[in-house]
């Protein structure tokens, strides 16, 4: 390399490698997009970047393209008219497994410092970036910034650390000696070679593209292996430019660029089964449908399989000191983003004859009104509304909620279509909440989007019980609960190892249920349906990577 990419990092290096160990707060990108910290013009030059996109052939250069791929509408309600070239599956597996040769050949150092790089640039267009992930998933333009770019980045360079810290536990050149007694002793030579697996193939899901497709991407790059980014048909921009990027950097670095290939595709058609089946795709990461990811695991038997998938989240109310305080804090989540999130809170379960709280005993039928109330409250005001909603990204959310209108059960908060005041045709529904019974089968299933159900039981004990198993049935990301008794507590935690789920426990302030923090929270378990791997953690990262030895008597 011209540039020692690995040394220009290596500090950073350290210390996200110290951070995932300590697991306390540290972040090398900012999220704020304060100009003091991204420079004055960051804001204008990335907007002007992403409407220079529109309408266009995207600047991506990809030998044997035959013909280009487009389709992608702003949930804010205008195409995008982006053109992205196309590449067949047979071209795609061979130009991947002839980088590979060489990017093979380069080693750790090579691998990681490549990767921290394009992190490290990528990160300088992060303004570019959130008007390319709030334009295609419809994120409001906080959260695109934050969640697509900084903390996104923070899930890359995490994953990155991870694969580190595995490869350096691996020795290179070493002198082996067994005593033989009055003989002399057996010496040997070994070489230990860390290899990757081969090429790896990353399926990006419609709602968090970068955050959800980072932490893959980056393990597999830092462990050597060469990369396929299939981007969700309707959401493409930001896996591009991140491409692009990729691509950019591995050139300055003497590397062939077809160590990343863009696999843009059209919707409907066969190209992720095709890629999936290759014998020469060694890794698969998804973000997606339980269905998908089912038949990810089922038939794509060649290759190592890492999946995120649909699961039930659901929170525990026994009691609480401020229900003003916590309905606030729920509230949000239910909002955030319209629940177009994997962690979004799903089920609320509520004793049917109501919680203790400090001011006294509040009914069930209080509990469900009060958190209507803060849901209502939140969303009173549009402008403020569609900057927590965001914009639906597809139209089967906004089905899936006619759909669930339309079961039968009472509503607590009507779902609300807002006009936005800058975009004019943004697609925005408000949560709707609705009063359910524990007995009612509709509650088993994910229903994806700001739909929430205020689920009545018999008690804390069987509210506890019911997200126990149903975790373990149907899985789930968060569980969360809200309790003053710390043996109430101790049994909630206890059910949470049980089945394999974070849990979190009386969270009113700033922070909710469906955020988490890299290099502190890990990201699902791998211990329950929902998701089979865990972001990040050494089972993620070791597994990408083999070690070869060759021997010689000294």
């Excluded at 790059?221 to 990729?246: D, E, F, M, Y």
């Excluded at 088993?444 to 149903?470: Q, Y």
Aim: charged share 20%.
């Amino acid at each position: 390399m011209s540039t020692d990419f690995f040394k220009a990092h290596q500090d950073v290096l350290e210390q996200a490698v110290a951070a995932a160990a300590t697991r306390g707060y540290w972040s090398p990108f900012s999220e704020s997009p304060s100009p003091r910290v991204y420079g004055e013009t960051a804001n204008d030059e990335g907007r002007a970047a992403f409407e220079g996109y529109k309408g266009k052939d995207f600047p991506l250069a990809l030998d044997g393209a035959q013909g280009s791929v487009d389709g992608e509408v702003s949930p804010y309600g205008f195409e995008l008219g982006i053109r992205y070239p196309r590449l067949s599956v047979p071209a795609l597996i061979e130009q991947s497994q002839r980088a590979l040769e060489s990017w093979r050949a380069a080693g750790p150092q090579a691998w990681v410092g490549v990767s921290l790089e394009i992190l490290k640039r990528v990160n300088q267009r992060s303004f570019e970036m959130a008007y390319a992930v709030q334009h295609t998933t419809g994120q409001g333009f906080m959260m695109a910034f934050q969640a697509g770019g900084p903390h996104a980045q923070d899930r890359g360079l995490e994953a990155v650390a991870y694969a580190w810290q595995e490869m350096a536990r691996i020795p290179g050149l070493v002198s082996w000696e067994k005593p033989q007694g009055k003989h002399d002793p057996i010496k040997m030579q070994k070489r230990f070679t860390v290899v990757p697996r081969g090429i790896s193939l990353l399926i990006g899901c419609s709602t968090f593209p970068t955050w959800n497709g980072y932490p893959g991407m980056f393990a597999s790059l830092a462990t050597g292996n060469t990369l396929i980014v299939k981007p969700h048909p309707s959401v493409i921009l930001p896996l591009a430019i991140t491409v692009k990027i990729a691509r950019e950097v591995l050139a300055e670095a003497g590397f062939d660029p077809n160590v990343v290939l863009l696999a843009a595709h059209l919707a409907g058609d066969d190209t992720a089964q095709q890629l999936a089946l290759d014998p020469a795709v060694k890794l698969i990461d998804f973000t997606g449908s339980s269905a998908n990811g089912n038949w990810l695991e089922q038939n794509a038997r060649q290759a190592q399989v890492y999946t995120e998938k649909a699961g039930v989240n659901q929170v525990i109310i026994d009691s609480v000191d401020d229900f003003k305080s916590v309905a606030r804090n729920l509230a949000f989540s239910f909002a955030l983003y319209s629940g177009q999130m994997c962690t979004a809170p799903q089920n609320i379960y509520v004793p049917r004859e109501g919680i203790k709280t400090a001011d006294g005993h509040m009914s069930f039928d209080d509990v469900a009104a009060g958190l209507a109330q803060a849901v209502e409250k939140l969303v009173s005001d549009p402008a403020r509304a569609v900057e927590i909603t965001g914009a639906i990204q597809n139209t089967g959310v906004v089905q899936r909620i006619g759909e669930a209108r339309a079961l039968g059960l009472s509503v607590l908060c009507d779902s609300q279509a807002i006009e936005h005041p800058q975009f004019q045709g943004a697609r925005i529904a408000t949560p709707l909440l609705l009063k359910a019974d524990a007995a009612d089968a509709v509650i088993m299933r994910e229903w994806f989007g700001p739909i929430v159900f205020v689920v009545a039981t018999d008690s804390t004990d069987d509210s506890i019980k019911l997200a126990r198993d149903t975790v373990v049935e149907h899985g789930a990301l968060t569980l969360a609960a809200y309790t003053i008794d710390d043996a109430v507590a101790r049994e909630v935690e206890k059910a949470a190892e049980r089945a394999g789920v974070s849990l979190s426990l009386n969270l009113t302030g700033g922070v909710f249920v469906n955020q988490t923090a890299a290099f502190s929270d890990f990201h699902g378990t791998g211990a329950n349906p929902a998701a089979n791997a865990a972001l990040s953690d050494t089972a993620y990262v070791a597994n990408r990577f083999r070690v070869v030895q060759t021997r010689w008597h000294a």
